[in-house]
């Protein structure tokens, strides 16, 4: 679950959403507003490089995130320390942890996002009119990007990594709980893009500043192009009331898995496994699982997630068909609740229609799963369900932009203006209009 905005350190409070944001502390408006006008000079730089200048860029920090791994994992324990000390939940934690692993995924990520096409210059549509004009709609970079998030370095480096592919320069605010983390991490980048000639101010971070920072962030119309939270409600909430920067909103998932009558067992199991247990803390994970009446797979489907430690919520109906399966009883708090960890809500359905109509009353528009064996079912799932991602017979962790082909993400927007889904590299442009002719003037 999401922390309290009460007691979230990294938010800018208010009493109000009308009472707007606090004064800055003297000094930091300055300071934030000159890191934004080098981010500005750098993005001018960042959108003349081509592809190739780009990728070696991407490469360059992935080979110096390998390099120096020692010194980024020895400030993310430090990090860690601090937020096991400070009551910071497991789940929390396990998106705070670097290691080995998760380092050289984040290489080989950079690598990937290397492998992909360039959006920039990217035509969408083009034409010649009667009159000879000749007309192009192209991809080009957003300009100045900043995000503001909560404590996940590996965030730090698929934001630059993505902004600084399609031609941006990024702007970071982290969250304390990772302050040691992004320090390194971001030390490692900029030393890396200068090592290729590109500038190292298409990197930056108002950490150090805080809340402040954030707050003066969000004001930076004009000196920034777009902001984007990623992280819990509250955050996300303050930021989309708080902004007068244009802002992509990302969202909470309060995520569901469908179970139809003729759901096969063994790929029932496997996914509800895997979506729920293989990383509870992230937002693709299964939050919601929702069983037809008729279904046969519920028993072996609950022995699989108690066996794995998946503690179940679950409805009357659901209790009362799992007569030696432990459970605790739902209330609607779980039916809206991203847990983040290993709990699970439960809940039976009569029909599609039932199934659907809890959905649309609970979904936050993340992603929604249906397992079926009926083609018209999972036709109608496709179709009736308002989400960012619908699924089909597939784990909800998919839901990811490395797995989806993207290379990375900037997170999962569930607006529906611009982008929505994994936010990848097109995402991060936006377009202009090229018209040439050879003197024509309108009539």
Not at 123 to 144: A, E, F, I, K
Request: glycine share 8%; proline share 4%; hydrophobic share 45%.
């Amino acid at each position: 679950m999401t922390e309290a905005l009460t007691s979230h350190p990294d938010l800018p409070l208010n009493d109000t959403p009308a009472a707007g944001l606090p004064p800055a502390a003297p000094g930091v408006e300055a300071a934030v507003h000159a890191i934004a006008d080098r981010s500005r000079a750098a993005s001018r730089e960042m959108a003349r490089a081509n592809r190739a200048w780009k990728d070696r860029g991407l490469r360059a920090i992935g080979a110096a995130l390998l390099e120096h791994r020692g010194t980024i994992l020895t400030a993310n324990a430090r990090d860690v320390a601090a937020g096991r000390a400070n009551g910071t939940s497991a789940a929390l934690l396990d998106r705070l942890t670097l290691n080995d692993t998760r380092i050289e995924a984040l290489a080989a990520a950079l690598e990937n996002l290397a492998g992909l096409p360039d959006p920039v210059g990217n035509v969408v549509r083009g034409q010649t009119l009667p009159n000879g004009l000749r007309l192009r709609q192209v991809n080009v970079p957003m300009g100045v990007v900043a995000a503001i998030y909560e404590a996940r370095p590996n965030v730090t480096v698929d934001i630059a990594g993505l902004a600084l592919k399609s031609g941006n320069a990024v702007i970071l605010r982290g969250g304390s709980a990772a302050a040691e983390t992004n320090i390194a991490l971001i030390n490692v980048l900029r030393d890396a893009l200068v090592s290729v000639g590109l500038p190292a101010d298409a990197v930056q971070s108002v950490d150090e500043y805080g809340r402040d920072g954030a707050n003066v962030l969000m004001r930076a119309r004009g000196r920034v192009d777009v902001l984007i939270p990623r992280g819990g409600r509250d955050l996300i909430q303050t930021v989309v009331t708080n902004s007068a920067v244009p802002v992509i909103e990302t969202g909470e998932g309060n995520v569901h898995i469908f179970l139809d009558a003729s759901a096969d067992e063994k790929m029932a199991v496997e996914i509800l496994l895997n979506a729920k247990t293989q990383r509870p803390s992230v937002c693709n994970t299964v939050e919601t699982l929702l069983v037809h009446s008729e279904s046969t797979v519920l028993p072996a489907v609950a022995d699989a997630l108690r066996a794995a430690g998946v503690t179940l919520h679950t409805d009357a109906r659901v209790t009362a068909a799992l007569p030696s399966v432990e459970t605790v009883p739902a209330t609607d708090v779980d039916w809206a609740t991203e847990y983040m960890d290993l709990d699970l809500a439960v809940a039976m359905v009569d029909s599609m229609d039932e199934a659907l109509a809890h959905i649309r009353s609970w979904s936050t528009g993340h992603t929604e799963a249906i397992v079926t064996n009926d083609l018209a079912n999972a036709e109608r799932f496709i179709a009736e369900i308002d989400s960012a991602a619908v699924i089909v017979n597939a784990s909800t962790r998919f839901t990811d932009g490395g797995e989806l082909g993207l290379g990375a993400e900037v997170g999962i927007s569930t607006q529906k203006l611009h982008a929505r889904g994994p936010m990848g590299l097109t995402e991060l442009t936006t377009t202009k209009w090229i018209v040439q002719g050879e003197g024509q003037v309108r009539a």
